[in-house]
């Protein structure tokens, strides 16, 4: 009895087919190894699957099913397609430890650690007062932060939160844009308001807001307090200068929770040898109650062309100190006629 073959066109709704299949296709590549008995050909948002009809229908199961899980938890990995694939994800879930789960935000949303640098901060949070988070673009290390302060404030040990950053141009002008100072201003804390309505409902927030639970103003605005029970995270401290982040640093007051981001790739001051957060850094090694952790590019959560756009610009940084390096300074003498 002959079998009857079909040829199905799945569509991929709701998802990144980029993420989905993966850099080059790795993905899509794993499922042809582990579904040797359909042929399978990706293009942009639709999978063609020819092959015995009741196997075809088994991929289509197995792919719907790894969908339904990217857009639940947000990633995928070679781990999970595999399991998709063979055993089915229908039993399990994301391996959410609670020591992992920082905050229920909005909607029941679980706000966990989900790299090894994000727990580690997280761990250093419960034994430190001040903390150092540096390193690239999209590694979480803000989210993280502000998870632990909307944790923290939930929970009461601290009465509010206070987030800042310097509000320093990035090839921009503020004087061109329109408003008032507060307007021209908010554009640069736009970030930490989209983590915080991420946690907190957003009729509460905006009372917190009112009230000065919540507080989120520019670094120039910290000049001369004192921060008691008060958990403060200072992004962008690549922008900061030697001066201003010891001013701000100085601002702990009693009962205080104070952390500090910034990525030294990413500095948007005149010279870049006056970004002070390294230097702080160094300054306060070793200090007992001060812990400092430095992500890298594995701790990427973003768009997975984040980290191949990261290590692109690395390289390029890379090459182009080490040809000046290399290249002769050629110095003319005073008596030399031009």
Do not use: W
Not at 48 to 70: H, I, Q
Not at 170 to 175: D, P, Q, T
Not at 200 to 217: C, N, Y
């Amino acid at each position: 009895m002959a079998v009857e073959s079909i040829n199905k066109e799945i569509l991929i709704e709701g998802v990144d087919t980029r993420e989905l299949y993966g850099a080059q296709d790795v993905y899509v590549e794993q499922m042809r190894a582990l579904s040797p008995t359909v042929k399978i050909v990706a293009r942009g948002s639709s999978l063609k699957v020819l092959g015995a009809k009741r196997d075809v229908e088994a991929f289509e199961r197995k792919m719907n099913s790894l969908v339904e899980y990217y857009i639940k938890y947000g990633h995928i990995s070679r781990e999970v397609v595999a399991q998709a694939f063979s055993t089915g994800l229908s039993e399990c879930s994301e391996p959410v430890s609670e020591k992992d789960t920082i905050v229920y935000g909005n909607n029941g949303n679980i706000i966990r650690a989900r790299t090894v640098n994000q727990r580690r901060l997280v761990e250093l949070y419960e034994q430190n007062d001040l903390l150092f988070a540096v390193g690239p673009a999209g590694s979480g290390k803000t989210y993280t932060a502000i998870a632990l302060a909307v944790r923290a404030l939930k929970d009461r040990t601290v009465r509010r939160v206070i987030l800042t950053r310097p509000a320093v141009e990035a090839g921009e002008k503020l004087g061109f844009l329109p408003g008032d100072m507060k307007d021209k201003l908010d554009p640069y804390l736009q970030p930490l308001y989209d983590a915080l309505n991420d946690m907190i409902p957003a009729a509460k927030l905006q009372r917190f807001l009112e009230d000065g639970t919540v507080q989120i103003a520019p670094l120039a605005y910290m000049r001369g307090r004192t921060l008691d029970n008060a958990f403060v995270i200072l992004d962008e401290a690549q922008n900061t200068t030697s001066s201003q982040i010891k001013m701000f640093l100085t601002r702990m007051g009693r009962n205080a929770k104070f952390i500090v981001t910034g990525d030294v790739t990413q500095i948007d001051l005149p010279r870049k040898s006056d970004s002070g957060l390294m230097r702080a850094m160094d300054t306060l090694r070793g200090i007992d109650g001060i812990g400092m952790v430095e992500f890298d590019k594995r701790d990427i959560v973003r768009h997975h062309l984040v980290k191949y756009i990261v290590d692109a610009f690395d390289k390029r940084a890379a090459m182009e100190e080490s040809a000046r390096r290399e290249t002769p300074i050629v110095r003319m003498s005073k008596d030399r006629k031009e």
